[in-house]
């Protein structure tokens, strides 16, 4: 049986969908290939960094040194040329949360896991040029928008039967704990970390614009359940947060996702010997 090739530049609010965890079928439709994890849009499309300018800690797991390292040379393209997956699937989180870096004439993810660990980062941060959507978004914005034009472009090239598809997902701003829901704001019941997760929740504002953008301006798919409210799991295993959606919100993704496949013209041949069915 012909799968459906799907690839992802994202972070977990799109490969958890692809996890039987979250959707114990989905291996009898789709074959998830080549991914970029916590890699902006913006660097995705940028130039590679040069090998050896930023260090890379020996102290990182084979994991973390793998996200770091596809992040600043972009092995990641390669692969996919190679690959000429049916959907490649993205999303913003790491653009939004994390901003960017300008390093000579790259883009990379400010990601305070991989490169602000760098002794790079360390020994350069009172210089960095770092853009972030809380206080540079006019420049962060214009980097955005020639960047997603320039993977548009890129995508009619090297993989031109490929379709975009744009997780329009937004943070949640409660979880669920045993049963019971709990807002973000008065995080069980401190109000320490109130002013974070306000900060944090007004990115949803954010996102909402490089949507209506993308779509208004490149006509890309969506995956846009954005009129449901999901809960934030009480008990996921990267921790509580706004972004680490319960099951729900995975199930009604991979629902979405069916219905772009089935009504896609490139995966008609797949969708017949694949027996889609949706859940």
């Known amino acids: 049986m012909v799968k459906i090739k799907v690839s992802i530049i994202g ?4 490969r958890e969908a692809f996890t039987t965890v979250n959707n114990p079928d989905y291996k009898e439709t789709y074959e998830v290939g080549q991914t970029a994890f916590q890699t902006a849009i913006t660097s995705f499309s940028s130039n590679p960094v040069p090998e050896g300018l930023i260090d890379i800690s020996p102290d990182f797991t084979a994991y973390k040194k793998g996200v770091f390292t596809t992040d600043l040379y972009k092995t990641t393209r390669a692969e996919l040329i190679e690959y000429q997956p049916d959907f490649l699937v993205v999303d913003f989180y790491a653009d939004v949360r994390y901003g960017l870096a300008k390093i000579g004439d790259s883009i990379i993810t400010n990601n305070p896991n ?4 760098s002794n790079y980062f ?3 941060i ?9 206080s540079r978004y006019t420049e962060f914005f214009k980097i955005f928008d020639r960047n997603f034009e320039s993977l548009i472009e890129w995508m009619a090239v090297e993989l031109p039967q490929t379709k ?3 997780n329009c997902f937004r943070y949640s701003a409660h979880y669920r704990e045993n049963g ?3 807002y973000f704001v008065k995080y069980r019941e401190n109000t320490e970390n109130d002013n974070v997760y306000k900060r944090i929740l007004r990115e949803n504002d954010v996102f909402d614009k490089l949507y209506k953008h993308v779509v208004d301006k490149y006509g890309v798919l969506t995956i846009d359940n954005r009129d449901k409210v ?11 947060s706004p972004w680490h ?4 919100y995975f199930k009604d993704f991979m629902s979405t996702f069916h219905t772009i496949a089935l009504k896609t013209k490139v995966v008609e041949p797949k969708l017949e010997e694949a027996q889609l069915v949706l859940q």
């Open 114 to 117: 991989t490169f602000r660990r």
């Open 11 to 14: 972070s977990c609010v799109t």
């Open 180 to 182: 019971v829901d709990k």
């Open 122 to 124: 360390k020994n350069n």
């Open 126 to 134: 009172k210089s960095a040029d770092l853009y972030h959507v809380a």
């Open 245 to 248: 959606f319960g099951k729900p």
């Open 230 to 240: 999901y809960y934030a799991d009480g008990d996921h295993p990267y921790g509580v």
């Open 164 to 166: 975009l598809v744009v």
